[in-house]
């Protein structure tokens, strides 16, 4: 399958101690495209994949979000870190979390634009859970900027933890070096904070994603699910995507190292550092 418009996507899935995270490099520097048979399959199952805006100033506890410019314009890099499920300090999840971001610190500053935490945080969306990834990312002050996004795990209680201690806004965009990044909240299914037509998200995504196709931009989209079968509304959702030059959607969720292409967009995720099955 030929791959357009990116021409060179490198995964790079990295273990030091027990920390699993991944690091992605996206490239767009020449014409043409590239072939893979990365994978046949499609992420969304059974069909082929096909009050926010701009973020705001980091949360208290969070790096600065700011995407630093490391690299010629058209190339990205980032550090996905793998679904934490944090609980409790006592667990080894906890301390993984802490390696990795000490790892970033001392492998990574200054040679990534960003790192990104990809949903299922805080296990029971507790604030308790919350407040413990806080202080954790507090402690290491991290040299790079980290975004974030919620996932299922993160909807199993109403609270505003998320925004105070990993991100003001559940969904909003970023351009980094060229890209345009969107950061989504995927995993409700209902509501003004949902990927259903009409709803407030669906609203200024599409307007973003839009605006930034209409500028000659190539977008990213950072959500929780891989699989796009458990979108809400599937079908527009692809269809949007698809038209509106977006390249790439990497996701957490599945707890394995996932990479697909559909001719159009490359899907990706990874491991989890929390648990290795639901």
């Given at each position: 399958?030929?791959?357009?418009?990116?021409?060179?996507?490198?995964?790079?899935?990295?273990?030091?101690?027990?920390?699993?995270?991944?690091?992605?490099?996206?490239?767009?520097?020449?014409?043409?495209?590239?072939?893979?048979?990365?994978?046949?399959?499609?992420?969304?199952?059974?069909?082929?994949?096909?009050?926010?805006?701009?973020?705001?100033?980091?949360?208290?506890?969070?790096?600065?979000?700011?995407?630093?410019?490391?690299?010629?314009?058209?190339?990205?890099?980032?550090?996905?870190?793998?679904?934490?499920?944090?609980?409790?300090?006592?667990?080894?999840?906890?301390?993984?979390?802490?390696?990795?971001?000490?790892?970033?610190?001392?492998?990574?500053?200054?040679?990534?634009?960003?790192?990104?935490?990809?949903?299922?945080?805080?296990?029971?969306?507790?604030?308790?859970?919350?407040?413990?990834?806080?202080?954790?990312?507090?402690?290491?002050?991290?040299?790079?900027?980290?975004?974030?996004?919620?996932?299922?795990?993160?909807?199993?209680?109403?609270?505003?933890?998320?925004?105070?201690?990993?991100?003001?806004?559940?969904?909003?965009?970023?351009d980094v070096n060229g890209y345009h990044f969107?950061?989504?909240?995927?995993?409700?299914?209902?509501?003004?904070?949902?990927?259903?037509?009409?709803?407030?998200?669906?609203?200024w995504f599409s307007s973003d994603l839009k605006?930034?196709?209409?500028?000659?931009?190539?977008?990213?989209?950072?959500?929780?699910?891989?699989?796009?079968?458990?979108?809400?509304?599937?079908?527009?959702?692809?269809?949007?995507?698809?038209?509106?030059?977006?390249?790439?959607?990497?996701?957490?969720?599945?707890?394995?190292?996932?990479?697909?292409?559909?001719?159009?967009?490359?899907?990706?995720?990874?491991?989890?550092?929390?648990?290795?099955?639901?």
């Amino acid at each position: 399958t030929t791959l357009n418009p990116i021409d060179i996507v490198k995964l790079a899935f990295l273990a030091r101690t027990t920390a699993i995270f991944a690091m992605v490099f996206l490239t767009a520097a020449c014409g043409g495209g590239i072939s893979t048979s990365a994978s046949r399959s499609s992420p969304s199952g059974t069909a082929s994949p096909g009050s926010s805006g701009s973020s705001a100033s980091s949360a208290a506890g969070t790096a600065a979000a700011t995407p630093t410019t490391v690299g010629a314009d058209g190339i990205v890099s980032w550090v996905h870190i793998g679904d934490l499920h944090i609980q409790t300090a006592d667990m080894q999840n906890y301390k993984d979390l802490q390696t990795i971001l000490g790892e970033i610190n001392q492998d990574f500053a200054g040679g990534v634009n960003f790192a990104v935490l990809p949903g299922d945080n805080a296990n029971e969306g507790s604030d308790a859970e919350y407040q413990l990834i806080g202080q954790a990312i507090k402690a290491a002050a991290l040299k790079v900027p980290l975004y974030a996004v919620k996932g299922d795990h993160d909807e199993k209680s109403i609270t505003q933890a998320f925004q105070q201690y990993l991100y003001p806004k559940s969904y909003y965009s970023e351009d980094v070096n060229g890209y345009h990044f969107i950061f989504l909240e995927a995993m409700t299914s209902s509501g003004d904070n949902s990927l259903t037509p009409g709803s407030a998200e669906w609203t200024w995504f599409s307007s973003d994603l839009k605006a930034a196709s209409a500028a000659g931009k190539q977008s990213v989209i950072v959500m929780h699910p891989y699989f796009l079968s458990q979108l809400p509304d599937l079908t527009d959702f692809q269809t949007l995507v698809q038209q509106n030059h977006v390249v790439m959607i990497d996701s957490g969720h599945t707890h394995t190292n996932d990479l697909a292409n559909d001719g159009h967009i490359i899907y990706a995720a990874t491991r989890s550092t929390g648990q290795l099955t639901e």
